[in-house]
């Protein structure tokens, strides 16, 4: 875990360990939950609007205009879900703040729950996490015992209970319907939204689901206020962000950045530079199912906006970093296959489509491929997008667009002569005139 | 009952159960106690787990398959599983994989005839800054190298 000159906002929490109720406490934490505690659930929502916060999961969506959406009044109970499912390849930043800074977890659950007014959380972990849920766990059971959760949080009269919750190994899990169906015992289908989950969601209630480090971040907003955090970031997002950094490069680690941090300085100041001295290839920007970049598209800015705007995604901001000996069929093949090990089943386009680009592109790499194959992986992705109930079947579709489009020498090579296409790539620099 | 847990196992169920308003989301909770205590989830239980949630016991099984971590057959004492997805492969998970297989003189999904250890493949574990690595049973084991296997291995034979 690393940082830019400021320090950041979560990365001195990580770093004197928070996974601790003592370390915590005596860096000021739950001050800002004790404060929002005398605050009405519009006075909360109202400043973390003010913050510019966003999703840090990979939708990106206000979150504390998502908090507005829960009905005023409901008859049924409210319920606040932490996505803590962490699966999208190239993403490992949420297992910081559940094992080093579990504290700032905790706190900010206090208070998203205060402002939705929940009495119950859940914690939804990714089942691989034994060791992270466990000391989740250990923190949770310290909150209890010093009274910062239960019958009187932090001495007043709200109640809240929070509860660990292991998933089981099901990437489709961390979108957040099918969490909450399995959550409830289900296998992880994807609901149909509407009805969006704070209307119906876990039980059938009314239900807020926010990423880890995004809750993360809410006890600072309180304690230090919205401007401050919107201030530290772009004008469409507020504050800083985690980039999990790692492939090819010196070090691969998180880094606490504010957003729209260019790539190139991700990579090379702060990850250290492509290790071995080798020359860059290719870079994926956010996370497994965002489209590919080629090196000299690296001066992007990291937020939502400008990634978007050169046809790529922020997603989780996982940064894949590839270097010039990279078999980008071969990264294409692991990312395919990826996708049709995790689909769920529900939708016939993502199931049988993940599951024929794979068998077509383990067929290119054992040199079988024929001339056609390139374009038939594009049109069966094309066959996907936009066709699923979930993201999944987009997010297997992304990467096969990016990675043909970009680098349609190497496909072609390989249809040709069963290995990676050596020298220049010229065809989408061609093509994008 | 043919299921037959350790009191701890079954006061750790009642607890599951207390967390939720609906019985059926302990399931998977029950589903990792029970497996934590028998080292995988067999058949004839499926029927119990049903009737401890009161669901169908098709909705147990459908569970069962659908989430990778349950395992429906027994495995090895020492459970290597290699992340396989793009930052592992990236930095040598297929080394690595090669390298335990020969070590070991089995192949990926397989365990040694003593029953001591099994290997499998399995999708991004979300630890990719120290990559290639692997889960032992529960534990990460971070920036594998041939000899950091070496090392692994010769440490568990060093135990029962």
Redo the contacts between chains.
Sequence with gaps: MATDSTGGVLTPFIHKECQKLKTYQAMGGYEAARKTLAMTPEQIIEEVIKSNLRGLGGAGFSTGRKWSFIPKNSPKPIYLVINADESEPGTFKDRYVITKAAHALIEGIIIAAKAINAHTSYIYIRGEYVEPARILQQSIDEAYKAGVLGKKVLGSDYSLDLYVHRGAGAYICGEETALLESLEGKRGWPRMKPPFPAIEGLFRCPTIVNNVETIAYVPSILGKGGEWFAKLGTERNGGYRFYSVSGHVNKPDVYELPHGTPLREIIYNYAGGIRNGKKLKAVIPGGSSSPVLRPEEIDVKMDVDSLAAIGSMLGSAGVIVMDEDTDLLDVLLVTSRFYHHESCGQCSPCREGTGWMEKLLHRMKRGEGRMEDVNNLYDIASGIMGNTICPLGDAAAMPVFGFVKKFREEFESYAKYGKPHQGEYTSWLAGRK | MSLELSKESKKKIEQALG?Y??K??????I??IVQEELGYVPEDAEADIAAI?E?PVV?VR??LL?????LRKPVGRYHLQLC????C???GHRDILKYVEEKLGIKDGETTADGRFTIST??????????PMM?LN???HDNLTPEKIDEILANLNGKK
Excluded: G, M
Excluded at chain 2, 24 to 29: H, T
Excluded at chain 2, 84 to 87: G, L, V
């Design positions: 967390r308003p609906q059926q989301a302990a399931l998977l909770p589903l990792h949630v669901i909705k459908e569970v659908f989430y990778s971590l349950y396989r997805t793009i930052s492969t990236l930095r399995v999708e991004c574990l979300a630890s990719c800054e120290t990559a889960q529960e534990k990460y």
